[in-house]
């Protein structure tokens, strides 16, 4: 990767913690990290001018600093200045889960919604816990920042940064990009790809998304032959994802291919399995419902992430997701477990469903 200076600004300078994280992230020898204590105002744009790539901000900054002086101001009123004058730099947040959880309500979400001036939220523990991922991550974010930046601001080089086809184009215009007069800025630019069209299952699939559609366990899916057949569809555009996407027009297309070499016929969803079984000899795992333990699974349960048939699974409505983009839906599983399911977000056809549904016998 290119080398990477990141400024973390972090408050608590005794304890020895904010040196470890800067020190754990500084392992890479191409990312360099350099811990600051919090800014005076006049100090600030010294450290801006000094031109980091990417800028990590504690969310307290609280403590009681050396000089016996303590910020006041927190870290998402600092970021907010920040943006203001380094609009085209990253900036993380980070914090404890503790922190989070007692904030009021719509700060807790602001933060965790990246609404706040932050392009992204990264716990403590993440940094002890899952070290390289949550750094990788930073380095995909930077990286995709400065590619923004030095691209031209028209829709047809925001598409190029993608590297999405002209037809994956259109289906990306349909996903609302934030364009104003046909032109683009960095930040609300990232914001889309990462938390519309790399979140939200319809332009590009993750890899449960995939292999559900394909009628394949997530295992199989995985599994090197199947990864080759499909690897002309894996995303390779800007913030590309540690976890992996494809495009889903080139994987049924891949699909297709794959199915008629082979010399089989039928849906997708059934005649993969079999054209692979035909093909490499051995079959795979099918994708099998959450709900009733059987296959074939046609679609992904919003809630538990997990293959569910459509007859067994309602509409669900928890987010503004664009109309181009796969509809949620919610299995009766994720419904009987209550949970994190929300009745309100039903339309008037799964609401007049659910007590029936309620009443069924476990399959």
Request: hydrophobic content about 35%.
């Amino acid at each position: 990767m290119t080398e990477i200076t990141a400024y973390y600004i972090d408050d608590d300078q005794k304890s020895g913690n904010a040196e470890r994280y800067q020190n754990r992230l500084a392992r890479d020898p191409e990312f360099h990290c350099r811990l600051i204590p919090p800014p005076k105002w006049d100090e600030l744009q010294e450290i801006i001018t000094a031109g980091p790539d990417l800028f990590l901000i504690d969310y307290d900054l609280s403590l009681v600093q050396a000089d016996n002086t303590k910020a006041d101001y927190r870290g998402s009123t600092l970021a907010a200045e920040i943006r203001h004058r380094l609009p085209d730099c990253p900036i993380v947040l980070v914090t404890r889960q503790s922190i989070i959880e007692k904030l009021d309500p719509r700060t807790k979400r602001q933060i965790q919604q990246h609404v706040q001036p932050c392009d992204e939220l990264v716990l403590k523990d993440d940094l002890d816990e899952q070290l390289d991922e949550t750094r990788r991550m930073l380095v995909a974010l930077t990286q995709g920042f400065k590619q923004l930046a030095h691209s031209a601001k028209d829709w047809n080089s925001l598409g190029q940064t993608l590297n999405a086809s002209p037809a994956e184009k259109i289906a990306l215009r349909e996903a609302a990009p934030p364009l104003k007069d046909g032109e683009w800025i960095v930040t609300e630019s990232s914001d889309w790809i990462r938390h519309t069209v790399l979140d939200y299952p319809g332009v590009l699939y993750d890899a449960i998304n995939a292999a559900t559609r394909l009628g394949i366990g997530l295992d199989a899916f995985q599994e090197e032959e199947v990864q080759k057949t499909f690897n002309s569809a894996r995303y390779d555009g800007i913030f590309a994802p540690s976890d992996g996407r494809w495009w889903k027009t080139r994987v049924f297309r891949s699909a297709e291919d794959f199915i008629r070499k082979q010399g089989v016929q039928g849906p997708i969803n059934k005649a993969f399995r079999e054209a692979f079984l035909k093909g490499f000899g051995r079959e795979l795992n099918v994708a099998t419902c959450i709900w009733d333990h059987a296959p074939i699974a046609d679609w992904v349960c919003f809630i538990l992430n997990e293959p569910v048939k459509l007859k067994h699974s309602l509409r669900y409505y928890p987010d503004s997701r664009p109309s181009i983009m796969d509809p949620a839906r919610v299995s009766f599983r994720a419904i009987r477990e209550q949970g994190k399911f929300r009745e309100e977000l039903l339309d008037s056809e799964g609401s007049e469903i659910l007590k029936e549904i309620e009443k069924l016998s476990e399959p």
